[in-house]
């Protein structure tokens, strides 16, 4: 295990191995916030990693905080002309574990990687969110440009008291930006590192992991992406305050995820829309 301290706020810790393992030398209830990407029905080739999933989701439940939440980005394969759902299948496994299924997002890509003959093109992936309780943190993101901004609200606004009488309740001014829907469009990792090389198989973009980590944690809370990968999530916490651990199979892998972090420049362009 290697530490990398980048700043005052932040510190990074990389792990290299099967997360099944090393993920049992993390103590309970010790991360605030986990975001991951994992290696889901055989899309790639990770070196003949073998992905226990069962496992590894009940060491992702052991280590989270009361109150922490965990971001899962998946997709499901077509195996002989049908959807496999793994997707649902883990979601559902999830909740059978102890966690709360807060949201089901959508991650809408701005392009596609293989153009469909009997069905329509394949541009999203499932966002699961996954609480242990309550989510003890939640920043909603204000940017979605409300079309009636500057007017006040259309109509009475009423609500309804136990008698079944209506009590008018005073208008209000709409703004300039609503939070965010649940449906998340933007950019993918090529589109962002357009004519760049990154050394990995399979990323998600640094927006996608930059507006998560900003939703559901605070500075100085510990972010853990046990298929760490290219290190996307990593370079999102140097850049917002937060403290990281990563983990990946491949020992390539880890070294090239830490030089990219260490060499990750804060305020990188937004991906989104």
Known sequence: MKNIETNKQTQQIFLIGDCKEKLKTIS???????????????????????????????????????????????????????????????????????????????????????????????????????????????????????????????????TRKKDGKFTIQRKRIIQDYGMRYNIWKGNTSGQENMCRHIEHPATFPMWLAKDHIRSWTNEGDIVLDPFMGSGTTGAACKELGRNFIGCDIESKYVVFAQERIAKHKCGAANGLF
């Open 28 to 158: 309970d209830n010790y991360i605030d916030f986990i975001l991951t990407s994992p290696p889901y029905d055989n899309l790639r080739d990770y070196e003949g990693f073998e992905f226990s999933f069962q496992e590894i989701s009940r060491q992702l439940y052991r280590l989270l905080k009361n109150g922490g939440v965990m971001v899962w980005i998946v997709g499901d394969a077509v195996v002989k002309g049908g959807e496999t759902l793994t997707s649902f299948k883990q979601a559902l496994y999830f909740q059978q574990i102890g966690f709360r299924v807060h949201d089901t997002m959508i991650y809408q890509k701005n392009n596609f990687s293989n153009p469909s003959k009997n069905r329509y093109h394949q541009i999203f992936e499932y966002m699961f969110v996954l609480s242990k309780g309550t989510p003890k943190t939640f920043n909603p993101i204000f940017d979605r440009k409300n079309v009636y901004a500057g007017f006040s609200s259309f109509g009475e606004n009423t």
